[in-house]
């Protein structure tokens, strides 16, 4: 077991728990989007920053081990700011649909904007428009509108599935998820990434409103 402090609390972890677990055992509420107990790290979304003593800018708690009397703070004025501008980032190009969305109510984006940022957008220029009703198969749409580019589904197919016929296409604020060109996307688990989507970009056509 290793023993740590996060916010002057004291937590003892196994070897090899993630910062971004630890956190959450002692209690601290530490936002998400890319991370999920089932799938390895991608540490892409940034969401989950943490300032450790010693270290000299915020690290990303999901993707780093835990050590010896490490010393974490998951909030404040360096982390917390981050945060919004993480959020910040994610909606510029995001649609302003969540009253008619399915996951309205239970979306990570929504909560984690309500808890940690509740900031107008400072952006004049016009939103970058992408696949908004892309057909993956008979039962699963795609909104590459709603997408906030967290991999879940990518991973998911590689790692979980195996099938490997999900990858992110395109560079910037121009990369979307992409599904087989020449076939519909056919997974005996395919399902399950509508579940694992933080937000409303994959949704199940049985269950759409």
């Keep these: 077991m290793i023993e740590l402090e996060v916010d002057g609390k004291k937590v003892s972890v196994e070897e090899g728990t993630t910062v971004l677990e630890a956190c959450h055992r002692a209690g601290a509420d530490v936002p998400h989007f890319c991370y999920h107990p089932g799938l390895r790290n991608a540490a892409n979304c940034r969401m989950c920053l943490v300032q450790v003593e010693g270290q000299r800018k915020p690290i990303p708690s999901c993707n780093v081990p835990v050590t010896p009397g490490m010393k974490v703070l998951s909030k404040g004025e360096t982390v917390e700011p981050l945060r919004k501008s993480v959020l910040e980032f994610l909606l510029i190009n995001h649609p302003l649909d969540c009253p008619i969305c399915d996951k309205a109510g239970e979306c990570m984006l ?17 939103k970058v428009h992408k696949p908004k009703k892309e057909h993956v198969n008979d039962r699963i749409l795609y909104d590459g509108e709603r997408c906030i580019l967290c991999s879940r589904c990518v991973r998911f197919s590689d790692e979980v599935s195996k099938t490997k016929q999900i ?33 409303g970009a994959l949704t199940s056509k049985k269950f759409r409103f």
């Design 110 to 126: 929504q909560d984690n904007y309500y808890r940690y940022s509740r900031k107008p957008t400072v952006m004049k220029d016009p």
């Design 167 to 199: 990858g992110i296409e395109d560079r910037g604020d121009h990369s979307i998820v992409a599904f087989p060109k020449t076939h519909p996307y056919e997974d005996p688990y395919g399902d399950c990434i509508t579940d694992i989507c933080p937000v």
